[in-house]
């Protein structure tokens, strides 16, 4: 019966979003205030009726119902509660869902907190942000039902892929899909602006929370994959450049462009026509994201050409995005008149040329994803597009982007002065060349480590001067310390986000360039007793031994780490389990920190050739690596201390408008009863 | 859900997949295993190094040094096959291509059918450039002319009212780093 409600109510849903993006449309055309505000209830609507599909769904997930198809494909009686939950989006229909849902939460949010929104402009975007949900019910109720039933039902589940079975990956996917989805709203705001002929700067200030919002959770998102990437799949890598992973990539590349000519957008006025393109590339790359993971056509061309009912239906979809918001664009943008000048050399001229750098780099990854497939279907034979490829593309070019990020925050607006940035920023600069020399002697000196010292220095150089900017905002040692308080009080929390952001970039950097330079691996047999150095210390292997888990076998070996002298620093217990079902190895690292470095264990097979005991084993000794797990989560805050600006704070204009509008809302007033 | 080779994989490659995640098959082995590995250090960093820019050729997107998958396998001892033969390194990579094809290189070489992929990047840097430039060039055209320069009367009046505020306003001069 469950089941059969929230199917229902997808229904339901359907007819809810048709309306809502018809409706306030028609209404804003007309300049018919009523039909404009049907959007607000209607995405009442919207969000109660997916969240009773999503509840109906969570529920039979909850209670093994394994009548719905969906559940017994990925559930099991035996599974913890927190991954049967989870399971509910582990899947393809579960997580289109949760896409629509979060769809519906945006749009939600949109009404409730868009009260300073001009209403046709609200109407517009709710529309068109109705019709992209319309677009994705549609796919989910003739291609994707998550509702089918099995008749008779089985008796258990064939359960959820035990590497999906982790916390963190229980949370990585609605974080990810925040993210993606986020994007639409950027989206949905950019066509509404482009129908409604007109976008200034308060249409940029409009659209910066929910561009930032969405930047936020995708950032976490892919932080979070790379996390579990990173303990679980126990190779001590955190990033294979794997066509999936580039699917959030590159949308993220492209929001984080779209995030800062939305600046420039709004403090000058300028580059508007290209931040309005930016939003409907981003969100066109969230959807080539979820086609290229949703159509299987990563895996092969094949296939896709096996079963491409869904496939075809989301290219349709992406079809459809791409070809109308461009063709919008083509027609409206060049209406658009530029407001604020601006010198090649000036702070909106570094984030013009980061844009650049971005965009490129973001198309770049798109092509070495789609170069194999379009390879294929163009006869040129099979080729392979592998780290290797992005590694020499990428990371060209984001080091001008990197440097470039230390000096133009020094620049002011409209004509900077090149020269006197590089004067305020000398000791970053000194400081850079000792950070680089000393990485270069401490690490022996030699020629291969010199590229890795220089590496070292830019992401030194970016943490510098993103501090020498902070400390000549507040004027830090030249007026009294006293001064210099109240002004790092009264600096704007969108100065601090950046400052936060761009010394997460730094760390990020750091993290990854001195990863790759110093990171070690052995491989080897081990007896109990033995000892193998790793790193700068060495790990001692005590045996192992079997031990049950919930729904698994595993053998847990038994490391200590200890130092030079030989005293123990920790014990480590890595795992090879067993799952029973689905039948599948896993391997669970033991990760020791010091909170830069981390020692990374893992066990293997046993080896009853080598003796009594023996078993294969492997160390990663992984320097730098918590860097990135900072780095990530100071990108993200800083995210978040910008949304949190007065400026940016959804709502506070409203309350800001209710205490200053008694006079609009008394026009508003006398205005509606004469429509009525 | 990275390791493992394609047709154990794919039950759960659609699941993986739409986590956004890498996929996984059921390891049988680990990927270099001790047995494989070449006694001379020096030999085996070179297959190492080999290996990780060398496809696994069932796998998704996988170096046999990273895949679990026999055929992984196999292609490691390959290359240490060759290796030990007294190979360069270049001439296992190209005892490898003419066994399997480009298809087995994780970085395209660089050839016709590869030029579009290795110029793009330079070409779509040179493409953004111009954009910019063309957005500068026509900024210059449309901003409204300079105003005439002021004549010697006003520049004394200018600096008489810039002394005024200066010391109206004591030291403490606007912020050249300031955003608004």
Partial sequence: ?676 | MRRGPLPSARPWLAAALMLGMLAFGAPASWAVEPDEMLDDPALEDRARDISAGLRCVVCQNESIDESNAEMARDMRILVRDRLLAGDSNADVKQYLVDRYGDFVLLKPPFKPSTWLLWFSPVLILAGGGAAAWAFYRRRDAEAPAAPAPLSDEEQTRLRALLTEAEGAAGTDRADPGGRA
């Avoid at chain 1, 609507?45 to 969570?58: E, K, M, N, Q």
């Avoid at chain 1, 730098?624 to 204009?653: E, I, K, Q, T």
Wanted: with cysteine.
């Fill in chain 1, 1 to 676: 019966m469950i089941p059969e409600i929230g199917h229902f109510a997808l229904v339901l849903a359907l007819g809810v979003a048709v309306v809502q993006a018809v409706v306030p449309m028609i209404g804003a055309q007309r300049g018919n205030l009523a039909w404009m505000e049907v959007a607000r209830p209607a995405s009442v609507a919207l969000v109660l009726c997916i969240g009773v599909a999503f509840a109906a769904l969570t529920h039979s997930y909850v209670v093994s119902d394994f009548s719905v198809t969906n559940v017994f494909m990925n559930s099991h009686t035996d599974k913890p509660m927190l991954y049967k939950i989870s399971g509910v989006w582990g899947n393809h229909e579960g997580s289109l869902l949760l896409w629509i849902l979060i769809l519906a939460v945006f749009s939600l949010a949109v009404s409730v907190f868009g009260g300073n929104l001009p209403p046709a402009l609200r109407a517009r975007a709710l529309a068109v942000q109705a019709m992209i949900t319309t677009g994705f019910l549609l796919f989910i109720l003739f291609t994707s039902n998550p509702f089918a039933r099995l008749d008779p039902a089985p008796f258990d589940g064939r359960g959820l892929n035990p590497l999906l079975q982790d916390p963190g990956l229980a949370f990585h996917p609605p974080m990810l899909y925040l993210g993606y989805v986020g994007f639409s709203m950027a989206f949905s705001f950019a066509i509404a602006a482009l129908i409604e002929g007109r976008v200034d700067a308060a249409w940029a200030r409009w659209v910066r929370p929910w561009t930032l919002i969405a930047w936020v959770f995708l950032t976490f998102g892919i932080a979070l994959g790379s996390w579990w990437a990173y303990y679980e799949l126990g190779w001590g890598g955190y990033w294979y450049w794997d066509p999936v992973e580039n699917a959030s990539f590159i949308p993220w590349l492209a929001g984080t462009a779209l995030l800062h000519s939305a600046i420039v957008a709004e403090k000058r006025d300028t580059l508007k026509s290209w931040t309005i393109l930016l939003a409907i590339i981003t969100f066109s790359l969230s959807l080539l994201g979820t086609f290229l993971v949703r159509s299987g056509v990563i895996t092969s061309v094949h296939a896709f050409a096996t079963d491409p009912t869904r496939g075809v239906f989301i290219l349709l979809l992406l079809a459809i995005t791409v070809v109308g918001s461009f063709s919008l664009y083509a027609w409206r943008a060049p209406q658009m008149k530029g407001g604020g000048v601006f010198a090649p050399v000036s702070r909106e001229g570094t984030l013009l040329l980061n844009n650049v750098l971005l965009s490129t780099a973001s198309a770049t990854v798109l092509l070495g994803t789609l170069y194999p497939l379009f390879a294929d279907a163009l006869q040129l034979g099979k080729v392979s597009v592998g780290p290797p490829f992005f590694n020499s593309v990428f990371v060209p070019l984001m080091i001008p982007m990197l440097i470039l990020m230390g000096v133009g925050p020094m620049l002011a607006w409209k004509r900077g002065d090149a020269l006197g940035a590089v004067r305020r920023l000398w000791t970053a600069l000194v400081a850079t060349a000792a950070v680089v020399l000393g990485t270069w002697v401490l690490a022996g000196g030699s020629v291969v480590n010199a590229g890795a010292a220089l590496g070292m220095g830019v992401g030194a150089w970016l943490l510098l001067a993103t501090m020498v900017e902070w400390a000549e905002r507040v004027r830090l040692f030249r007026v009294p310390p006293r001064d210099s308080l109240r002004r790092a009080t009264n600096l704007p929390r969108s100065a601090y986000g950046m400052t936060v952001a761009h010394v997460g970039t730094a760390l990020l950097v750091m993290g990854v360039v001195g990863n790759t330079a110093w990171k070690s691996e052995t491989v080897q047999v081990m007896r109990p007793g033995e000892t193998i150095p790793i790193g700068p210390r060495a790990l001692v292997f005590e045996g192992a031994e079997r031990m049950p888990g919930p729904n698994y076998d595993a053998i847990r070996g038994r490391l200590r780490l200890i130092d030079g002298d030989g005293h123990t620093i920790a014990i480590m217990s890595p795992e090879k389990r067993q799952y029973t079902s689905p039948p599948m190895a896993t391997t669970e690292a033991a990760i020791h920190t010091t909170g830069v470095h981390d020692y990374y264990a893992v066990i293997g097979d046993p080896s009853p050739g080598d003796g009594a005991g023996a078993f294969v084993t492997r160390f990663y000794y992984e320097p730098f690596v918590p860097l990135l797990w900072y780095g990530a989560l100071l990108m993200g805050l800083g995210g978040l201390v910008s949304l949190s600006d007065r400026r940016h704070r959804v709502g506070v204009p409203r309350r800001a408008r209710a205490a200053q509008g008694a006079s609009s809302t008394a026009a508003a007033t006398t205005e509606a009863p004469a429509r009525a």
